[in-house]
């Protein structure tokens, strides 16, 4: 088994959904940390473990962004962090595969699938082993207690249900310790 971490300095949590029903709005957080741990030998039995501090959601206006933060949408105050879990991994993780696993999301867990994309290995100039993955995924935010919306004159609602997640994640290996 090989770990590897998060480099949150090169990873991006975005997301997008539908505001006023005729533009999309796009945001994403700053603050990812995370671990994943590979089975070489049998990919299947690799696993993910992520956190994301939603104190650091960015939608490039502040107003909205304090907003979200609220007990409206994520509740910063009592549920400080999302988190995703992997139950399995499906496919050739070499390529385009699945990593099956439970989002949290404000107190409310569900099973989601993302659709990964291996990007590449390489060494880094300082002798670090990277990987690059994108993944992405739909959610409906009323799954995970986010139901907060207001009815618009003409029909409609201000914030969509569906949103689109994508993740471009930049990993490090972790040097093994020799024994003291």
């Known amino acids: 088994m090989t770990t590897w971490t998060i480099d949150p300095t090169h990873t991006a949590a975005e997301f997008a959904v539908k505001h006023l029903m005729i533009s999309t709005v796009k945001g994403h957080f700053g603050d990812v940390s995370g671990t994943v741990t590979v089975n070489e030998a049998d990919p299947s039995q690799s696993s993910v473990d992520v956190t994301i501090a939603v104190t650091s959601v960015d939608t490039r206006?502040?107003?909205r962004d304090a907003h979200l933060r609220s007990p409206d949408f994520f509740d910063v105050e009592h549920f400080p962090a999302i988190t995703f879990k992997?139950?399995?991994v499906e496919g050739d993780t070499q390529g385009a595969f699945r990593v099956v696993g439970d989002l949290t999301i404000r107190g409310t867990t569900?099973?989601?699938?993302l659709d990964v994309a291996s990007e590449g290995r390489t060494r880094d100039p300082w002798g670090n082993d990277r990987a690059g993955f994108s993944a992405a995924t739909r959610i409906n935010r009323k799954d995970f207690g986010l139901t907060w919306n207001a009815a618009l004159e003409t029909g409609g609602v201000v914030v969509?249900?569906?949103?689109?997640i994508a993740i471009d994640v930049e990993l490090v290996k972790q040097v093994a310790k020799a024994a003291a």
């Open 61 to 63: 206006n502040e107003q």
């Open 86 to 88: 992997s139950r399995r």
């Open 110 to 113: 569900r099973e989601i699938v």
């Open 160 to 164: 969509g249900e569906d949103v689109r």
